[in-house]
T-cell receptor, first 112, second 114 residues
Framework: NAGVMQNPRHLVRRRGQEARLRCSPM?????VYWYRQLPEEGLKFMVY????????ESGMPKERFSAEFPKEGPSILRIQQVVRGDSAAYFC??????????FGPGTRLLVL | QQQVKQSPQSLIVQKGGISIINCAYE??????FPWYQQFPGKGPALLIA?????SEKKEGRFTISFNKSAKQFSLHIMDSQPGDSATYFC?????????????FGEGTQLTVNP
């Protein structure tokens, strides 16, 4: 009965590189959410996906960020040309319905 | 109108005492209010949640009190223990219009002294 899995747990990138974060939802969960937590701050919604569909990306920066949840495989949050301000913890949550969300352990991204 | 304001920012309580964390919201369309507990280096873990059709929900030592008219809700931790030391986040969502994305408060860092 595995929980939400995220990898890598820690990721170091230099400015200008790409960061790719993966999230495997809990078994039976078809709703995936991504949130970002800046140091000493609360979590901010980024994007909500269901299988093969982006439902709500209103919290996603317009440039350099993209997300997908393919029919097979994990959900991926991609950050292109990373900048220092992208350094944060990125959390994925999954849900079997629209309500209760279960969070993964997060990916800590550090941009040098 | 999407904000959730949380207080206090930090809280120190003696073992056995009651910890109280408060949240206020603006969007009257919110209809689901969970509380999450987060330990350093970990993801948020769902603690307890309430819907606005009830004024109180209790699970073990944790109680949510909800005041719909005041647009406020609070978390009470009875008989606080050192193991409760963590950051607590309130949140709110409206599944119908926002796709259930959670709007979080700023967090409260709770320290329970032995």
């Amino acid at each position: 009965n595995a929980g939400v899995m995220q990898n890598p747990r820690h990721l170091v990138r230099r400015r200008g590189q790409e960061a790719r974060l993966r999230c495997s939802p809990m078994k039976g969960h078809s709703h995936v959410y991504w949130y970002r937590q800046l140091p000493e701050e609360g979590l901010k919604f980024m994007v909500y996906l269901q299988k093969e569909n982006i439902i709500d990306e209103s919290g996603m920066p317009k440039e350099r960020f993209s997300a997908e949840f393919p029919k097979e495989g994990p959900s991926i949050l991609r950050i292109q040309q990373v900048v220092r301000g992208d350094s944060a913890a990125y959390f994925c949550a999954s849900s079997p319905s629209w309500e209760t969300q279960y969070f993964g352990p997060g990916t800590r991204l550090l941009v040098l | 109108q999407q904000q959730v304001k949380q207080s206090p920012q930090s809280l120190i309580v003696q073992k056995g005492g009651i910890s109280i964390i408060n949240c206020a919201y603006e969007n009257t369309a919110f209809d689901y209010f969970p509380w999450y507990q987060q330990f350093p280096g970990k993801g948020p873990a769902l603690l307890i949640a309430i819907r606005p059709d009830v004024s109180e929900k209790k699970e073990g030592r944790f109680t949510i009190s909800f005041n719909k008219s005041a647009k406020q809700f609070s978390l009470h931790i009875m008989d606080s223990q050192p193991g409760d030391s963590a950051t607590y986040f309130c949140a709110a969502s409206n599944g119908e219009t926002s796709g259930s994305r959670l709007t979080f408060g700023e967090g409260t860092q709770l320290t329970v002294n032995p």
